[in-house]
């Protein structure tokens, strides 16, 4: 079972003046840049193990955005597949020259756009709204208990 710590944010509405303006982001080295536009659809914390293989830690913080609202700005994402734990395809998109990861994409949500929080140009606009997969979180993984949580996903 994960540690569950209190930490200094509170779910958020996503309703609620979420975002007040445009996001952008990109990779470590400058080659991809993004902006989004839209509220997010959902704002969560993913410990699946695919997620945890993906970004080396323990969970990946994401935002599901329009896929309509996502724009590329400069340069391409490179896309690796895996088959997630509902059998669907999940597509995690990096950069090809420094790797960082920026977006996921699912069969499961075709409409979405996953954006990773830490390729955000501002990543304190993130406002977690859940905890997904919480079944397989390591036992030294942070988890806010003021989030609601779900053993696999939320639903």
């Not at 007040?20 to 969560?44: F, H, K, N, Q, V």
């Not at 997620?51 to 400069?74: F, I, Y």
């Not at 942070?142 to 996903?153: E, T």
């Amino acid at each position: 079972m994960a540690i569950s710590i209190s930490l200094d944010y509170a779910p958020s509405s996503l309703g609620e003046g979420y975002m007040a303006a445009t996001l952008t982001g990109g990779c470590a080295c400058g080659a991809i840049r993004y902006e989004c536009s839209g509220d997010p659809a959902l704002a969560l914390n993913c410990y699946c193990r695919d997620c945890q293989r993906s970004g080396g830690t323990a969970m990946a913080s994401l935002m599901a955005m329009p896929k309509a609202g996502v724009r590329l700005l400069k340069g391409e994402a490179r896309y690796f597949d895996v088959i997630g734990e509902s059998g669907k395809r999940v597509s995690r998109g990096f950069c090809s020259n420094c790797g960082s990861g920026l977006f996921t994409r699912g069969e499961s949500f075709p409409d979405v756009v996953g954006i990773k929080v830490a390729s955000l140009d501002d990543p304190n606009q993130f406002r977690p709204e859940m905890n997904i997969y919480t079944s397989s979180a390591p036992a030294w993984a942070p988890m806010s208990d003021k989030l609601k949580s779900f053993a696999k996903m939320a639903g």
